[in-house]
């Protein structure tokens, strides 16, 4: 059974920090790029960063970049989005997703972690 399990959501006041974590099973992990997507209320869905498996480069949308670190720990098919210097826009649920490549199809999606940036 594939899953992705997305943890390390909660309250922080702005300013502060929280670090996402993303573990995946039931797949062949190596061969996969994770992305961090977020949704919040009424808003689209949008891209937070994505690491590729072909040019082994981390991309960012341009709202995070210089504030949210992806990280990759292959040994532990686990996926990180460190997130510094919180502003309440940050809030949404945070999603993990796989595809075969940065900008394909999602083939695999977790259930969520909701982050919530009090003022």
């Known amino acids: 059974e594939v899953q992705l399990v997305e943890s390390g959501g909660g309250l922080v006041q702005a300013g502060g920090s929280l670090r996402l974590s993303c573990v995946a099973s039931?797949?062949?992990?190596?061969?996969?790029?994770i992305g961090w997507f977020r949704q919040a209320p009424g808003k689209e869905r949008e891209g937070v960063s994505c690491?590729?498996?072909?040019?082994?480069?981390?991309y960012y949308m341009m709202s995070v970049k210089g504030r949210f670190t992806a990280s990759i720990d292959n040994a532990k098919n686990t996926v990180y989005l460190q997130m510094n210097s919180l502003k309440p826009e940050d809030t949404a649920v945070y999603y993990c997703?796989?595809?075969?490549?940065?900008?394909?199809?999602?083939?695999?999606w977790g259930q969520g972690t909701q982050v919530t940036v009090s003022s």
């Open positions: 039931g797949f062949t992990f190596d061969d996969y790029a």
């Open positions: 997703a796989a595809a075969r490549e940065c900008g394909l199809r999602l083939d695999y």
């Open positions: 690491i590729s498996r072909s040019d082994r480069r981390t």
